[in-house]
């Protein structure tokens, strides 16, 4: 039987942090004590003109092919989560194969589904790796959302930041993933969306991120806490059982929220929300690389990685690392 499981991760963030007093001195209405206290954010890193989301994948799958100890031409698959391409088309994924200066042909596209975006492109290569289809998948959670914020929209744009994060999936004979599952509910699109397209040469329609807030936060710590609850029972296993929990970054009282009603320390879950704010689906394997990196996640450990976003869409991956 072939498993699918993760040989190394990397990230990238750009430029330096951008503080709530940084965003007051720009002009926004708004204050750091009531950003801290309703979402957890401190900073964000925001990409200048000149960076799209193929420029942060980048870097960040050069480092996690490093850290698998692979090269470019290893690689058989790529799959880019984004909400925030850098064109129409081609795709992302497309535009990261060139500039990573790949010749192996390799497949590579674009996966959609906000910031579940990164949950949703690695159990699309976890089947493609488990079917002996591919042997070694790129799967990268790109984004550049502050190109789609409304700066004079105080309830949105002091929430969300920019960055990537990749992991190098590969086959195995022992998991690695353990369970996976996707979900999606489109009758939700309108709380979370950005209804604006291109067409005829123009932009029509509003092309920037509105959400209902409240709606999202109720809509998440209940999705968020039944799809942990679905990976582990698939797994045959127990909440207990799991070392880390890696939820999407949106709030941290939304993670403080799941945490609860999964019966998990905090101390047990992975937070990054109040240094990176919301990535979209960068926000995940930003998180996991960070927990790596700093010896946190070791060998061995039960990790659950969740995500929900725009769509609505929702999902978990359950992995032994
Ligand atoms: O990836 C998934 C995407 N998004 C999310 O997960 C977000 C989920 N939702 C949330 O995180 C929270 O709902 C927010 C952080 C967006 C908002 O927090 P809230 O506690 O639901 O606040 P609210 O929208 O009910 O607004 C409360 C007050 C309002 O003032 P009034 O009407 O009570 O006078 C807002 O105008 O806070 C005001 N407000 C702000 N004040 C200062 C809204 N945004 C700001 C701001 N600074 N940035």
Redesign the pocket.
Known sequence: MIFARIAGTGSCLPGDPVSNDDLVARG????DQ??VE??GIRTRHLAPADVGSSDLACTASRRALEAAGVGPDDIDLIVVATSTPDCIFPSTAALLQSKLGMKSGAAAFDVQA??SGFIYGLTVAEKFIRSGSHRRALVVGAEVFSRILDWSD??????FGDGAGAVVLEAAEAPGILSTALHADGSHHPI?CVPGNVAGGQVIGDPFLR?D??A??KF?VKVLGEVALEVVEQAGIRVADIDWLIP?Q??I??LQATAKRLGIDMDRVVTTVDRHG?T?AASIPLALDLAIRDGRIRPGQRIILEG???GFTWGAALLQY
């Open positions: 926004i209405d708004t204050s009531w950003i309703r979402t906000v910031c105080r309830g949105t744009c002091v929430l979370l959400m807030g409240q999202v936060f998440a999407h949106a709030n009282r939304i919301n979209s929900v976003g725009g």
